[in-house]
């Protein structure tokens, strides 16, 4: 079975300090791994997804599949990043459906 | 040029009445799905339809739950008998190919239950 598990429900820190949200993997396959952000009163949409390696919006995660991670980092937090952040995996190469976490609320303080 | 729109927006219903909730996805996309989103559950897979193929329904939680999705583009979810378990919000997502990539979500229907 596949498996999504982000630990922290609630994270907050402060603007223009570092921030990492923690996602973790199980999986029998080849996934392929996603950020997704909801920002308040609006729609899900796509972050990042591991195969494109891109930074956006000054974020990055990187594939760890030793460790079966995808931790979304950040290194100067902005009060705008304040979201809620859900990991999630498909199949490689597939239209799958998605496998969810439970997400992580990020607040950012001024 | 719109993205995945649903409608109604938002829908309170009494237990044990029918609804449908109705998911116009990006023109020209392939796939379509349906998730829910509760606070209990987080995000949870429904059921997911790819071109002409037979849907994937097993995320549908009862059988009081279907959908359909008529000529390749609009899709319907039924909930018949209501609970007031079913409460959460319903999401459509579409992707361009079956070879997956970024699903496109709509931005939901709240249905409340009484």
């Known amino acids: 079975a596949q498996r999504v598990t982000q630990p922290e429900k609630l994270l907050s820190v402060f603007k223009g300090a570092p921030v990492e949200l923690k996602c973790n993997y199980s999986y029998s396959g080849s996934p392929e791994l996603f950020w997704y952000v909801q920002y308040s009163r609006q729609r899900l949409q796509l972050l990042l997804r591991h195969i494109s390696r891109e930074s956006i919006k000054g974020f990055t995660a990187d594939l760890n599949k030793g460790e079966t991670s995808f931790h979304l980092k950040k290194p100067f937090a902005q009060e705008e990043d304040s979201a809620m952040y859900y990991c999630a995996l498909t199949s490689a190469g597939s239209a799958r459906q998605l496998t969810f976490g439970s997400g992580t609320q990020l607040t950012v303080l001024p | 040029g719109a993205g995945v729109s649903q409608s109604p927006s938002n829908k309170v219903t009494e237990k044990g009445k029918d609804v449908e909730l109705r998911c116009d996805p990006i023109?020209?996309?392939?796939?379509l799905y349906w998730y829910r989103q509760s606070l209990g559950q987080g995000l949870e897979f429904l059921i997911y339809?790819?071109?002409?193929?037979?849907?994937?329904k097993s995320g549908l939680p009862s059988d009081r739950f279907s959908a359909e999705r008529t000529g390749g583009s609009v899709s319907t979810l039924t909930i018949q008998r209501t609970q007031q378990e079913d409460s959460a919000v319903y999401l459509c997502?579409?992707?361009?190919?079956?070879?997956?990539?970024?699903?496109?979500f709509g931005p939901g229907t709240r249905l409340t239950v009484l």
């Open positions: 339809f790819q071109g002409n193929s037979a849907p994937d």
């Open positions: 997502a579409s992707t361009l190919t079956a070879k997956g990539g970024e699903q496109f």
């Open positions: 023109s020209g996309h392939t796939a």
